[in-house]
């Protein structure tokens, strides 16, 4: 069974750079789509940065083209979401997600299976 475990949330200032892990564990990395969410209260979920899993091919969603980036440690089996110039509207609860069988290259959280519990990034000052 593939598991998904988020860490680095936290409150940082506007500006500032925050570092997301995402230790997966029943699967290999190689062997997924992987991709980063993000969900604030009352507003769907939104696909941020994904790794297709055919080519490596990487999405990002225009909100956070330039400032985040997605990478992964294979020998790790982790999966990062490097965040920087993080503004206000950056503040919600971030989530890794995983899936064997999905080929697209934008991400939709309705073609992953498998989720991590989240954590909360607070940009404020």
């Known amino acids: 069974q593939l598991q998904l475990v988020e860490s680095g949330g936290d409150l940082v200032q506007p500006g500032g750079s925050l570092r997301l892990s995402c230790a997966a564990s029943g699967f290999r990395l190689d062997d997924l789509a992987i991709g980063w969410f993000r969900q604030v209260p009352g507003k769907e979920r939104e696909g941020i940065s994904c790794?297709?899993?055919?080519?490596?091919?990487?999405y990002y969603a225009d909100s956070v083209k330039g400032r985040f980036t997605i990478s992964k440690d294979n020998a790790n089996n982790t999966v990062y979401l490097q965040m920087n110039s993080l503004k206000p509207e950056d503040t919600a609860v971030y989530y890794c997600?995983?899936?064997?069988?999905?080929?697209?290259?934008?991400?939709?959280?309705?073609?992953?299976?498998?989720w991590g519990q989240g954590t909360q990034v607070t940009v404020s000052s």
């Open positions: 790794i297709r899993k055919r080519d490596g091919d990487i």
């Open positions: 997600a995983a899936d064997r069988y999905y080929s697209g290259y934008v991400c939709y959280a309705t073609g992953y299976d498998y």
